[in-house]
């Protein structure tokens, strides 16, 4: 078996209160709620207990992924650098709305990924924005902690697996709030994608 390399760390952000009411998030701006701080803290213990030694930290720029980055910036005495390649699939008019009365209709934007959710952006433009943000970031000498969005993620997962399925802000997610991925290279080249910590689940669209 090929020996493998930690070169990267995606940190998707605790929960929210719209998390926590299963509604869609998109570019809404909630900040973490109680239990979603603590499952920050415990991520960033959770890196330093297995002696994980973290460079940098970049987060997309919404609240509850900077809040999440902050937990472990601090623990590794490091800056937040935010950046929008991390930011969430914009979902235009269905932020804030409970995902079980939509579902059909963010189905049909999932289906054709071309088409722009009203006051939002497609799932086509979602995923070419992550794959150019992370073609360049992996690249980096730097073990780095992404803090990012659960649909950022499994474009990523998507990418490395050469996997096309998915479907955007479900309730099944590649891992839940809080849960850490680690993204590998091999000495032959080649990528993958663990979860570290948290609770896996099917790789699935999320924000």
Known sequence: MADKKLIAICQRHGQTTLNAKKSFRGRLDPPL?????????????????????????????????????????EAYNLPVVQDRGLISWNVGFLGGKLKEDFQ???EYFIENKKSVIPDGESLDDLEQRTYEFFDKELRSDKLTCFVTHNSNIVCLQNQIEGN??????????????????????????????????GKAEAAEFGS
């Open 104 to 106: 059909e209709l963010l």
């Open 33 to 73: 709620d109680s239990k979603g701080l603590s499952q920050a803290e415990d991520a960033a213990d959770a890196l330093k207990n297995e002696n994980i030694k973290v460079e940098r930290v970049v987060s997309s720029p919404l609240l509850r992924a900077v809040q999440t980055a902050d937990a472990i910036a």
């Open 164 to 197: 096309t399925s998915g479907i955007p802000e479900s309730d099944e997610v590649s891992v839940k709030p809080g849960g850490t991925m680690g993204i590998y290279v091999d000495d032959t080249g080649k990528y993958t994608v663990e979860v570290l910590f």
